[in-house]
DNA sequence: AACCATTTGTTCGTATGTATA
DNA sequence: TTATACATACGAACAAATGGT
């Protein structure tokens, strides 16, 4: 009964629709599946990955109310066009720069912000006592309309002291960060990873269930090497690719 | 009956004892969970993600079979420690001298090879001409008897003829590049993404179906910038992160 | 030893979701 | 649409092991 070149797996915990969803989502990102074309009939798709076809019918439903296909009756099932941002990530990368040409409108909301004492790794990250306090802001980048990243800064709250307003006023770390006199910062760490999007982010950015985001943790020095900035951000990879150039 | 302060969700094609326990990986990475140290009772668990005890069994259960928990009748249950191999990713990354020091024994090895005509993506990417002949290489990468990477290589078969024999013969890449006169290169450009393992990087790299793989798409180039590799490598987000250093 | 609180392990039952035919 | 099988999730017990008093 299983397709012998079916590749999906049961008992797992993701359910078969979910995979297939995936596994079209992964062809359309292939180009296995062109984008402005039909993709293959229902029974096509389910014996090419060995399901039912009502399996097959569930993942297309999820897929069309994720907004990835669009579905018409008698005619056939859809790709819609959706082309992936490409955020530079480097020594210099600011948001808003580094999206310039790719969209017409861009900035970073500030979602909310607190002051908390520092956990020990966020100690260590910005060159201060554990327990002292820092000022932790929510941030959600936008570009067009669409949340392209969601991120979590934490800075020294006695050097900082009020970057909130700062940052809620100007919409932009940059802008906030030359009010306290720093004119210019490196990136000097950045490690990346990736996980599924937790709940915060589902919201936050409005993605499907599943959806997988990139994570940077990145360090932010002033050009004399002191450390101004500790952040997470996370980007979902069905909009955002991270761009490494070489000489940033 | 949801719990107020419960960030799973249902009906979304990942089971409950999936999300939780990818829950409870998120805190051992971010430090919630102490390695080596008791997690919090299944009790516990429970509240905080407002699911049933059985869902948070089942989470834990499946994260024994991975290797990550151990759990003890009576005692508790214990993260392993597993650090995650930090894999610099920058202008003159090398496979081996990159883990240096966090791992004792580290290879590439060939999975296999063809020779096939460019796609137009592959020629511009290596400066030839869409259709001519080049070299593909399937590679994994190991690390103290695990997979760590999983990459699939290009190179013009013109420039590197027999380059896979060298490749299955010293295991390196930058060995064998040796052999055609190239004594340094660069990474020019790369680009990050994430996505879900499909089935042959699930095989390749015994991996737990759904697991999450960040892809990095780069081209390496000599110091006069002439493009000699092209490649796409897939890490298993669980067991490596990627680290961007500065000056490298 | 006896007892206790804590924590994991097991077994019922019941309801709902998923997948096939 | 219906039927069937299995996986998932919850709830309420009870059993077994551990580390104390």
Known sequence: MVGLASSVERRNGVSLWRQIADKILQGIASGDFAENAALPPEIALAERYGVNRHTVRSAIAALVQEGVLRAEQGRGTFVLSRKRLSYPIGARTRFSTGLQGQTSERHIALLSSSTEPATKRIAEALGIAKGAAVIRLETRGEADGHAVSRATTWFDAKRFAGIEAAMAETGSITA?????????????????????????????????????????????????????????????????????????
């Open 176 to 248: 906030s960060l030359k009010r306290f006199g720093i004119n210019d910062y490196l990136r000097q760490s950045t490690v990346l990873s990736a996980r599924h999007a937790d709940a915060d982010d589902l919201a936050a950015m409005d993605l499907q269930p599943g959806a997988i985001v990139l994570v940077t943790v990145a360090v932010n020095v002033t050009l004399d090497g002191e450390p101004i900035q500790f952040a997470e951000s996370r980007f979902p990879a069905e909009r955002v690719e991270l761009r490494l150039s070489a000489g940033d």
